[in-house]
């Protein structure tokens, strides 16, 4: 896929990329108020959700339409770039029309390949960048979808939105990082720019520095901010916007590491990972050729391929075993499933083969 990359004069390629406001525009005084406190701190992008995709009915819906008259007062009266969010092909008529000049798809909308259907339609022949978040479920594929049928439909001016993931444990992030997806689609669409959402991520005003800050240290290009004049009085997501004050702050404390060269001791460093990861594939390797031989004796003495309890065994055994090393034990154990889950492959490889040779008698091993 070639792609083109969004360009937007007058707008620094300095890292962080920054788009910030309110997450509702609420009414006229309140989007004009925050937009003009963002302007003075040097933001360029203003963002404000005119249409808000609720999870129940009964919540603030946004205003819709006459709300893209502020955003076009925001564009006339401070020079930044006004941004959306669209969900259906009528949004896209709207924003169109009124000269919005970038537009988001939801994590809500990424997931229904239906609805960015709908949207990749109607923006058949217009020239507007359009950022898409992740799916609210960590599932890479529908992301990867959704950068397709955009560009399918023509759109190549596409940037990405890492806002985390939905799970049930709500204990620290409103939504999971996940971090390997956007480090994944990274690697897949290295031109792609990649935005981090700490607001929603963390769903906490205190978590977005700290967020921000591992967001830039895995070299995204930018920050999308929830920023509103009175966060207290917000109509949504009120716990994670900030003042205009509180973003300056933010942006003033990230360290920004950019330096890209590669130094005699790092290549040193990146050998020596070389060497490592060569000699783990060794042993993983020879792990397997044991599960294999485990494979063997499981299928001449009648027994089924998966022991539970020795698996469980294992998982506990190992995992408290790698946090004594300094390892997360969560860690330890994604690891083992995945080791496991192959030893489980190549042991069942085993016993298809054998349903094609005569059977092997006890005493061979
Ligand atoms: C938003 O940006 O206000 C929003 C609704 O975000 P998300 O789609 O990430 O939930
Ligand atoms: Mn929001």
């Not at 239906?114 to 594929?141: C, M, R, S, T, Y």
């Not at 969560?330 to 190549?346: C, G, V």
Request: glycine fraction near 6%.
């Amino acid at each position: 896929m070639k792609f083109e990359s969004i360009f937007l004069p007058g707008v620094d390629v300095k890292r962080p990329l920054v788009i910030a406001g309110p997450c509702s525009a609420e009414t006229e005084e309140q989007v004009l108020v925050t937009a003009k406190q963002l302007a003075a701190a040097g933001v360029k992008i203003f963002r404000a959700g005119v249409w808000k995709p609720r999870t129940k009915p009964g919540g603030f819906e946004g205003v819709g339409s006459p709300a893209l008259e502020w955003l076009k007062r925001v564009k006339l009266e401070t020079d930044m770039y006004v941004t959306t969010e669209v969900a259906t092909e009528k949004h896209v008529d709207e924003v169109l029309k009124y000269g919005v000049d970038l537009l988001w798809v939801g994590a809500r909308t990424t997931a229904n390949p239906f609805a960015v259907q709908e949207i990749a339609d109607a923006l058949k022949g217009a020239d507007i960048p359009v950022f898409i978040k992740n799916p609210v479920n960590p599932d890479i594929e529908l992301w990867v979808g959704a950068i397709e049928r955009f560009y399918n439909a023509g759109v190549k001016q596409i940037g990405l939105i890492h806002r985390g993931f939905s799970s049930s444990n709500m204990a620290i992030y409103r939504n999971m990082p996940q971090w390997h997806i956007p480090i994944e689609m990274k690697r897949r669409f290295p031109s792609l720019p990649m935005l981090c959402d700490p607001s929603h991520m963390g769903g906490q005003r205190d978590m977005i520095l700290k967020l921000s800050q591992q967001a830039m240290d895995l070299n995204y290009l930018g920050l999308m901010i929830e920023v509103h004049c009175c966060p207290d009085e917000a109509w949504s997501d009120k716990e994670q916007q900030i003042t205009s004050d509180a973003l300056k702050k933010v942006l003033n404390d990230l360290v920004i590491r950019d330096t890209m060269q590669t130094t005699e001791s790092l290549a040193t460093l990146r050998d020596q990972i070389d060497d490592l990861d060569n000699e783990l594939l060794r042993l993983l390797s020879k792990r397997m050729r044991v599960s294999r031989e485990i494979g063997h004796y499981k299928l001449d003495h009648g027994m089924p391929i998966l022991q539970t309890q020795r698996y469980d065994h294992i998982l506990t055994d190992r995992s408290s075993h790698g946090e004594r090393l300094d390892m997360s034990g969560d860690f330890i154990k994604r690891m083992l499933e995945a080791i496991h889950s192959e030893s489980i492959r190549q042991q069942m490889v085993v016993m298809e083969e054998a349903k094609e040779r005569p059977k092997r008698s006890p005493s061979n091993g």
